[in-house]
């Protein structure tokens, strides 16, 4: 049966008629779909593909307007090029870092300002927020009254970075209607464009995040990726180092010091990981995965795309083995 009713959680267009399907209600009288039924209801979830060519075009019709656009970055899983998003929109934005809640309290909310300023991304503004602490968010309200230029403001950005749980924030925050949008720590949890009207002169706009296939979230199972997915401020691992000595988070990481001098790694990720010191000649755990050899300098941030990063403070070569397509980069230290 033909209808033109989307789901409230994520946007698809509703059926009944192929359980197989996504947009899947078995009563068409429903608000939201099966999926979102399922994960908000038992944790239960099916997974969901999306080309990003769909995302690239769902840019393209937000090139098309003027509206002002919030671009959400997790401040834990920044993206090796945040200037990507030039390539597909021109619009006025205001860059959001979120999950601060995750960072340690001891960190320099300026510090990581400046690292961003640094980055030569072209927005208005830079504010950082947790929606899930509720941290600067009456800020970044009146950063969207200061810059808009109509009602309507588009939250995009990356899958899981948070859109969705920062627009239901700011309803729950800022207006009085019940509305709720499914989140998960999944990737490609809303599908479609979805309209919340937060108060008379703002309409926020959630999109689907662009997939990233070099994020390690693709290619584990649901369990992993929720022990992945850091829930809440990270108690940092700092190990100290020498050459022949490995770092092992079991079953997805693991780091061979090669050459260098007495170091210090420090590990930004999920409090539910654990991580081991070994000696390399009496270790071999993991070997069997993908082997990238890298060379890091002085005081830079080894990234392992949708696990975290490790700070490094000297230079060093190491030898990094972790799944199969999973980005793995350097950049300056964050922190
Ligand atoms: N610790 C912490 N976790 C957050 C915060 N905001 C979102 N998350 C978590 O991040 C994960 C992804 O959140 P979503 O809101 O579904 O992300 P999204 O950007 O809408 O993702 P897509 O719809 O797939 O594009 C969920 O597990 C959230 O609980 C935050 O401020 N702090
Ligand atoms: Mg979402």
Redesign the pocket.
């Known amino acids: 049966m033909d209808n033109e009713k989307y789901c409230i959680g994520c946007g698809v267009k509703l059926q009944d008629s192929n359980m197989l399907y996504e947009g899947y209600t078995p009563d068409l009288t429903n608000d939201i779909c099966s999926r979102c039924f399922k994960l908000r209801n038992y944790g239960d979830y099916q997974i969901t593909t999306r080309s990003n060519e769909e995302y690239i075009d769902i840019l393209k019709s937000v090139n098309d307007t003027k509206d002002l656009v919030l671009y ?1 970055v997790d401040l834990l899983n920044i993206e090796k090029d945040i200037n990507i998003i030039r390539e597909y929109i021109k619009n006025r934005l205001i860059l959001v870092l ?2 601060r ?2 960072l340690p309290k001891s960190v320099n909310d300026e510090k990581i300002i400046n690292y961003f300023s640094s980055l030569g991304l072209d927005y208005q503004d830079i504010i950082i927020v ?3 602490k509720n941290y600067n968010m009456d800020e970044l309200l009146l950063l969207i009254k200061k810059h808009k230029s109509s009602k309507n403001i588009y939250v995009v ?1 990356h ?8 627009i239901n924030k700011m309803v729950q925050d800022y207006s009085n209607e019940e509305y709720e949008l499914t ?3 999944l ?4 599908l479609n464009k979805i309209n919340i009207k937060l108060t008379d002169d703002i309409m926020l706009i959630d999109t ?2 662009l997939v990233d296939r070099g994020s390690i979230v693709n290619y584990v199972d649901f369990d992993m990726i929720k022990k992945i ?4 401020e990270i108690n940092t691992d700092t190990f100290q180092v020498r050459e022949g000595q490995c770092l092992l988070i079991p079953n997805l990481l693991r780091i061979d010091y090669i050459n260098g001098d007495k170091n210090s790694f420090t590990f930004f990720v999920s409090n539910e990981l654990e991580i081991e010191k070994k000696d390399i000649g009496r270790c071999e755990s993991l070997k069997e995965l993908p082997k990238k050899t890298i060379e890091v300098g002085y005081h830079q941030d080894l990234v392992i795309n949708g696990l975290g990063f490790i700070k490094i403070t000297e230079k060093a070569l190491i030898d990094v083995y972790t799944l199969n397509n999973v980005e793995v980069f350097v950049r300056d230290s964050l922190i």
């Open positions: 959400v979120t999950k809640d995750v947790s929606a899930n950005g899958t899981n970075v948070g859109k969705s749980t920062l989140i998960s720590p990737p490609s949890t809303t689907p995040g997915n850091a829930k809440k």
